[in-house]
């Protein structure tokens, strides 16, 4: 190795390292480590610009601009209030459905943004009931990562897979998507085994749930109106992107511009809501990565990788998923995917045949968040939530359910994938 491989390879691990330990604060330690490369002269300021992914970053500011003008109609309370009425107030009915909404509004939304909206509607539909919310919040962490896993948006390890290798939002629906719908199933069954047989509740408590009114949670009719339209908008956009050859990101801030036109809410309040720390976490890596890339430590990887497995497609595609999800389960995936694509775009450009390497990394990356409670950042800032309003979820609590559903799922992933792509 040189001077500039060596350098751009130990910048690497002493951010990983920052963020793993959590002794700097994650986005410190990725913009640290672009300053770093720059200053050193691995990179040059062209060069690290030129290894933004700016695709992925558009997508993320675009979405959180939206939702952060929607959720201000009442809709995703409105939504949560319906469903427990729908249920006619039966816990086990409850959950499910609450399990359902968690995943579908997780295909779409970001995965912190959806707990956020309806874990404090769980906790105050569990607390009329006198149930303990800590199942249903356990079962929602599960369904956010997993319905997250379903399409280009629903995770940011999905916007990355997706722009790097060219993939389409109906390419994730019909390889990852595919692979969610059965993985669903499985887990509401072993959430009925588990939970769903004990739930007993007084009937007096189910008629107070059934008297709860929806069109309370609305706050602006109109607002509520005009994100509904937009909602569908959005989605038949990211739909039919590719045919229509724009990226995703235009769809994204597109649908955000106009919102934030037509929505009529306080736009220094709309913009300060989105994670600009995320983002410029986002930026910073892409660039840490991008100096493995230009001195070519990310190819050497890739040619070792490939002679370990001897260029067997099928079991680097195993290893792929397994590996991805037993380290996204105790480290933040991003990094991890981060640094998987330029290492798969590295094998196609040796001729390899890739594309079921990348539903592999995003089914593992995407559901190894689930293992633990700091296997993805829903899960923390649901954990968080619970514990605010006195109930308090362990890691060993989260553990005992989480990791057996992980396994369980990407079992049932590397089933799929190896009756998909053999």
């Given amino acids: 190795m040189n001077t500039m491989q060596i350098l751009s390879v130990v910048v690497f691990l002493i951010v990983m390292a920052a963020i793993v330990t959590e002794k700097v604060h994650r986005t410190v330690a990725a913009v640290a480590g672009a300053v770093v490369l720059v200053f050193l002269h691995v990179l040059t300021v062209d060069d690290a610009v030129g290894y933004i992914d700016f695709n992925t970053i558009g997508v993320l500011i675009g979405m959180m601009l939206f939702v952060a003008v929607v959720r201000n109609s009442g809709l995703f309370e409105y939504v949560a209030i319906k469903a427990a009425k729908i249920a006619g107030g039966n816990p086990w009915k409850i959950m499910l459905l609450f399990v359902i909404i968690t995943a579908v509004l997780s295909a779409f939304l970001d995965n912190v943004t959806t707990v956020l909206l309806v874990g404090p509607m769980t906790i105050a539909i569990t607390g009329i009931l006198g149930l303990n919310p800590i199942p249903f919040l356990i079962t929602q962490i599960l369904a956010s990562n997993i319905g997250g896993t379903a399409t280009l948006i629903g995770d940011p390890p999905n916007i990355m897979i997706g722009s790097q290798a060219g993939l389409s939002f109906m390419d994730f629906v019909l390889n990852t998507g595919l692979a969610v719908i059965f993985i669903m199933i499985a887990v509401c069954l072993c959430f009925y085994l588990l939970y769903g047989r004990k739930m007993v509740v007084e009937p007096d408590k189910?008629?107070?749930?059934?008297?709860?009114?929806?069109?309370?949670?609305?706050?602006?009719?109109?607002?509520?109106?005009?994100?509904?339209?937009?909602?569908?908008?959005?989605?038949?956009?990211?739909?039919?992107?590719?045919?229509?050859?724009?990226?995703?990101?235009?769809?994204?801030?597109?649908?955000?511009?106009?919102?934030?036109?037509?929505?009529?809410q306080d736009t220094e309040e709309i913009v300060l809501g989105v994670e600009w720390s995320t983002i410029l976490f986002f930026t910073g890596l892409f660039v840490v990565v991008g100096g493995m890339v230009q001195t070519g430590v990310i190819t050497a990887l890739g040619g070792a990788l490939v002679a370990v497995t001897g260029g067997n497609t099928t079991l680097l595609m195993v290893l792929i998923l397994w590996g991805s999800a037993l380290f996204s389960s105790f480290l933040d995936n991003i990094p991890f995917v981060a640094t998987m694509i330029p290492l798969i775009l590295s094998m196609q450009a040796d001729g390899m045949n890739v594309s079921a390497l990348w539903w592999a990394l995003s089914l593992g990356a995407c559901l190894g968040g689930n293992g633990t409670l700091i296997g993805a950042s829903a899960n923390v800032v649901l954990s968080g939530i619970s514990a605010k309003h006195g109930h308090p979820i362990t890691f060993a609590r989260y553990l005992r359910v989480g990791f057996p559903m992980m396994l369980l799922s990407v079992a049932i992933s590397t089933v799929y994938l190896l009756i998909r792509f053999h």
């Avoid at 008297?211 to 607002?223: G, R």
């Avoid at 956009?237 to 037509?262: E, K, N, P, W, Y």
């Fill in 206 to 264: 189910m008629s107070a749930v059934m008297q709860l009114d929806e069109k309370k949670s609305i706050v602006d009719h109109s607002l509520l109106v005009k994100s509904v339209v937009m909602i569908c908008l959005v989605v038949v956009g990211f739909v039919f992107h590719s045919s229509l050859g724009v990226d995703s990101c235009i769809i994204a801030l597109a649908s955000a511009t106009i919102m934030l036109l037509i929505g009529k």
